[in-house]
């Protein structure tokens, strides 16, 4: 009965002349009737009059479950969180979006690709990025634009600051490639400058280098230091446990098996053999607690004992040349004078004491063997052949002397005949 009510009047509006105004407010649903539980929000845009079975619906607690998609401008919740979703569902704006499976994995799309996931333990997995490894951050890049600081929160006005409170390694830089090198570069690109400190594995005898780029990536090996000991300066392959291709300039030093002034004193048993040069005083050498020589820093050279150096003059070892006739006449053309070096003189020779000498140019005429001239322009004078002169002078002089005597001799005889 209730039917035919309904049917009848149903027929009469859609003939009678309201039925267009009805057409405006509501479209009358083939579902008729109210169901259970069901939120009745139409079929249409205008709205429905009946309850079709794709409804959401709410129970008597007040909670509304959908069947399909839910779309609203904005989701508003109590904080609780979302519980109980399966894997396929997701929060999706166009090709980025959040999904929340079921199995504890949390991924995160973005432009269409998923590539960040939060995975079942809670670490996060993101582009280049990872810290689901055993030792904790893992990555392929990174990037900071500030500071970096490891092992405190405070890196000061420091870029990069390390800190550690272990006794063990602070950091470690390796390459994980076999015979590969490794190097820690620092540098300024604005400068185009570096300075590069690094591993070379060079077979078995794998060596550290210190490198200076100018421009970067031109580096040039200034310091080598080898797995032997060997320190090399301005070569990569040292000869002895300190090399330099360009020489040196030291304060004090002291070579051999004592350090500076710790071993030259009485009582020493063993060999010891050292050199030592202090700044602006004598370079010494000792062989144990003996002093054998010192080289002033006034020109003198002292030695126990004194007389000449020994030089090697065996026959065994020398082509004779000829006899060497230079004597008395050379040797008395010679100058000796006294004079003092010039102040500020080119070659920094002192110039607060007196010395007896000769003068280079003087001599080169009469012995021109014992006069060179330097790479600088000045000359030198070896007296070697001025003292062997001075022999042939004495055998000279003897030779007159004899033949005097013999004339004295011979005017002595005369006179005694006459008496």
Known sequence: MFRTVLFTLIT????????????????????????????????????????????????????????????????????SGLTRVPATDSIISATTGITAQSGGVISITTNGTTANYFDTAGRLVTSGISVTTANGISSTNGYFSTRLSVGTPSPQTNDLYVASANSATTAFIANTVANQQSYVVIGNTAENKSFSLGYIPNSNNPLLVFNYDSPIGTGVTRMTLTNTGRLGLGTTAPRAMLES???????????????????????????????????????????????????????????????????????????????????????????????????????????????????????????PEAVSKGQDGYYRLDTTPINFAVINALKELKAENDALRQEVERLKQKVDTRD
């Open 245 to 367: 291709t360009s020489g040196g300039i030291f304060n004090q030093i002291a070579l051999g098996v004592c350090p500076f002034a710790t071993c030259v004193e009485a009582g020493n048993t063993w060999p010891y053999e050292t050199m030592q040069l202090t700044d602006g005083t004598n370079l010494r050498i000792f062989f144990g607690a003996n002093q054998r020589f010192i080289f002033g820093n006034t020109g003198n050279a002292e030695k126990p004992g004194g007389g000449s150096w020994a030089a090697l003059s065996d026959k065994r070892l020398k082509d004779i040349d000829g006899t060497y006739t230079h004597g008395l006449k050379e040797i008395a053309a010679l100058n000796p004078v006294r004079f003092h070096y010039k102040k500020g003189n080119a070659l920094t020779q002192p110039s607060d004491r007196e010395y007896v000498g000769l003068i280079a140019q003087e001599v080169q005429p009469h012995f």
């Open 12 to 79: 009469f509006l859609a003939s009678s002349p309201y039925a267009d105004d009805w057409g405006a407010i509501a479209t009358i649903s083939s579902t008729m009737g109210v169901q259970d539980g069901r939120l009745c929000l139409g079929e249409t845009t205008r709205g429905d009059i009946g309850c079709p079975g794709y409804t959401p619906s709410v129970n008597a607690a007040g909670h509304v479950s959908v069947t399909g998609n839910l779309s609203a401008a904005k989701l508003l919740g109590d904080g």
